[in-house]
């Protein structure tokens, strides 16, 4: 059996819960970007984003790159890039390696990753002390940041950095920085709210790969 390379591992990076209660190391500045940030995206029904991700060795110096699309609609998610694709309904998650015409099957625990794609755009909600950490070009926009630090000590992370465009009030990229010394960024190249997505979208069909090979984990 094929052992599944997930570069969203580190996410092991979208709604539906409120704020939590604001920390004594918590800003003003960075809880009205916050605030105004959740709100837009608590409007949305469901998401498309076209994202690229570049994952740094600090170490090794090393860095690799790999663009994909994330759909995500409630708690259902779809990731498509390079050689795999993510299939996750809320309760089930299908992880498909197209070199080897191989799905693994497995039931969806949120609380195994340290990061829930379907939550990369309101991470900040719960479970963080957060501050503004300044302003940084990015080409010709200029991006917010706003600097999170989780409360969970146990997350393979410690730290998570938003870069938010106050214009269009979205996150524009994240990058979380791992204990292992790894710094992933996703940039969202493009973003798409209220897409029509059926819910069948998020399920593996093995009927659209024929001779797939189902290893069921569960």
Not at 100 to 119: G, L, R, W, Y
Not at 206 to 215: C, H, L, R, Y
Request: charged content about 25%; glycine content about 6%.
């Amino acid at each position: 059996m094929k052992k599944a390379i997930l570069l969203f591992s580190v996410l092991s990076l979208i709604l539906m819960n409120p704020i939590t209660s604001v920390s004594e190391t918590e800003d003003n500045k960075s809880s009205q970007l916050l605030s105004k940030l959740s709100k837009t995206y608590k409007s949305y029904k469901s998401v498309k984003a076209v994202f690229t991700i570049n994952i740094k060795n600090k170490q090794t110096k090393n860095t690799v790159t790999q663009s994909g699309t994330l759909y995500q609609k409630g708690k259902k998610f779809r990731v498509t890039m390079s050689g795999q694709e993510i299939f996750c309904d809320g309760k089930t998650i299908w992880t498909y390696l197209e070199d080897a015409n191989e799905v693994q099957i497995s039931k969806f625990d949120p609380k195994a990753m340290d990061i829930n794609p379907s939550e990369i755009f309101t991470i900040y909600e719960k479970g963080f002390v957060h501050k503004y950490g300044g302003q940084v070009t990015r080409g010709t926009k200029t991006l917010d940041i706003v600097e999170l630090t989780p409360t969970d000590k146990n997350k393979g992370y410690f730290k998570v950095k938003l870069g938010i465009d106050k214009l269009a009030n979205k996150v524009k990229e994240m990058s979380v920085y791992s204990k292992n010394g790894l710094v992933t960024t996703y940039i969202i190249n493009k973003f798409e709210p209220n897409v029509g997505i059926s819910d069948s979208y998020f399920k593996f069909n093995s009927k659209d790969k024929p001779g797939v090979i189902e290893i069921d984990l569960r």
